[in-house]
Structures are given as C-alpha cells and as structure tokens.
C-alpha cells in the first residue's frame, strides 16, 4: 500500500492503531514503512520509535478525545484486548471500548479493523473457514460472539481479521510464546497443554497485521469477516521443532499435561481455570482454513522456517 493509492489526501494517509501489543505494534511498523502517518494510542504512549509514527497517552474510553485523535484518519485499527484474560474482564471493558471507538470512527469516516480470534467459531471440530457459523455461547466465546454480533450491527464500517494461536517477534503470552520459546531456547522439556500432537493452527503477526491492512484498503472487503494467512497445521511439536531448528538447538522433550489435570488444578486456580476454558483447541484438532481470504486480499502467509527464523531472531535480540 502507498500514499498514492488514497488520490483524495495530499500527503502520507493517516492511520490510528489503538494498542501496543504485538499486533497494534506490527500494525503500526508495516504502515509506517509503507510510508503512511501512524498514531499510536495506548495509556502509557508506547509504541514504535520511527519518524512516522505518533505516540499519544490517550484512553479510549473517552470518546471526545477519541473524535479529536480519529480526524483526518482513513482506518482506525483497533487492537486493544482485555486488562485480565478472564470473562469478567473481557465483559466489562471490551463492549464499552468498542462502542467508543466505532461512533468516533464514524463521525471521522474511517473505517475500524479489528485483530478477531477463533473463540466464537461453534463448530470447532471442523476445519473453520469464512463462511463457518459463529455462535459460540458462554464465558470468553461468548463474549466474542457479542462482539461480532455488535460490529455487525453498527453504522459504522468495520472489518475483522481472524487469526489463530499467534506466534512471532512480540508474543509473549500465547501457547506458541514465552512459553515455548523458553524452555526451547534454553535446552530444556517443554510442557505443553491437551495434547502435543493434534494438528493446531498457529498464526503469524505479520501475516495478520499485513491482512489488517489490506483489508483496510478496500470498501469491497469491509463488513466481512475474513480469516489471516495461515500456514497448514502443525502439532504443537512440530512447532516447538521448527523453532528448535530455526535456532540451532535440538528439539526438546514434549510432554503435555492432559485436559482432566488442568481442569482439576482450575478448581483452586482462577488463572488455570480460564485456560482450561479453552482446553478443546488443543485436545482434538483445530484447524482453520484460510484460502477464500489469501485469495480475495491476495496474500499468502509466510512459509513456516522464515517466520520461526524472524521470530528465534527477536527474542534473541531481547536475551541479548
């Protein structure tokens, strides 16, 4: 995407990511190296060091802020996710933030993307594509299927980018994270959650946040749901693997702790028990399908050892 693709602006597009993380990060990066303006908003400031990116201390439940920070902007990619993973969390921020966020988008006439997850699929035993039903109930999925529901509804344009397990430079709490990079990097057992062998998808955060922005691109693409370039299935062994081999190290031993254990230990533990909630991820396969939308955004994802490569690579700029 160039500056010259948006013929009604007379310099660089401007682009607001809400958030951070490694996705509003990655987001912000790509737009700011395609040459376009990026104001980053987050409660501390935080965000990329680059000469075209604006980082603002800003909350996004203020919606006259907001309407201020939103003007002149073509997409607001909106990458904020809860303060806890917990459904209580979730309920009580995320709704709210969103609803802020789509009437300022409005009245700036900029269209939202919104990074979305697989929790709201309800057919989960099935390769999930584009077209598959959304309507899972209860705790964290249902909190999704809310907001999926509510985007739908709004005046306002929208977009959101399904990915699956994120892996990737920035990724820290994810199964594909800190907790795999870890024990991988320093030669040591890894300890995996439901099984270590059932096909898995895993994401990468580029090929989501370069889908985020395509999509942006196009009115013909909003209002939809598409799905991030997303590599075939592998087991979480195999990734521990290909992350092994990217760094040079042998593959560590995989054992993985079964459903009923983690479900047992979420009896004295909060934090354990919204992990199990999602247990059936990694207990049977979970796949999901992305080549309706590599076709229609025309991207592909990133072959497996590039990105294990790129991902070994940043956190050992970090050990460093």
Known sequence: MSPSEFPDSPGPALFVVTGAGPVGWTVAEQLATAGHRVRVLTRSGSGPSHPRVERIAADVSDPARLGQLFRGAKAVFHCIHGSQYTARAWAAELPGAEQTVLAAAAEAGAVVVFPESLYSYSEPERPMTEEGPREARGGKRGIRTALLK???????????????????PRVLGAHAGERMLKPVLAGKPLLVVGS????HSFTYVPDLAAAMIQAAQDPALWNRVWHAPTGSPLSQRSMAAALA???GVRSPRVAALPGWALRAMGAASPGTRELAETLYQFERPFVMDSKASEMALGLHPTPLMEAAAATVAWWGDQIL
């Open 245 to 247: 081999t990217a760094a």
């Open 150 to 168: 509510a985007r739908a509804a709004s005046a306002t344009d929208t977009v959101s980018v399904v990915a699956s397990d994120f892996f990737g």
């Open 196 to 199: 270590a062998d059932q096909p």
